[in-house]
Nanobody, 123 residues
Framework: QVQLVESGGGLVQAGGSLRLSCAAS????????MGWFRQAPGKEREFVAA????????YYGDSVKGRFFISRHNAKNTVYLQMNRLRPEDASVYYC????????????????WGQGTQVTVSS
């Protein structure tokens, strides 16, 4: 089992920045690729970003490319999502997820999920 706990959400003005963190425990963090997804009320879960086990390969959703950046610190068992130039449409609950080794945009291929952290963007 892998336990994931997100933090760093909150209220920010449009154009501002936030950094989300996801702390993992329970298994060897280096063995897992990590993903960030988001889901707003009444909408489907949306892929945001993913990073492979080594940090060498990253993927981004089209709506966040160039504004959001995913990274990981394996010694701290933590993955980060730096969110810049936030827009009202970025407001959502953000979830981190884990799967073995290789990153993917498909949420159905992730085995473990955190409880989510709320991001609110005021216009």
């Amino acid at each position: 089992q892998v336990q994931l706990v997100e933090s760093g959400g909150g209220l920010v003005q449009a154009g501002g920045s936030l950094r989300l963190s996801c702390a993992a425990s329970g298994r060897t963090f280096n063995d897992y690729a990590m993903g960030w997804f988001r889901q707003a009320p009444g909408k489907e879960r949306e892929f945001v970003a993913a990073i492979d086990w080594s940090g060498g390969i990253t993927y981004y959703g089209d709506s966040v490319k160039g504004r959001f950046f995913i990274s990981r610190h394996n010694a701290k068992n933590t993955v980060y999502l730096q969110m810049n130039r936030l827009r009202p449409e970025d407001a959502s609950v953000y979830y981190c997820a884990a799967r073995p080794l290789t990153a993917t945009r498909n949420p159905e291929r992730y085995d473990y999920w955190g409880q989510g952290t709320q991001v609110t963007v005021s216009s």
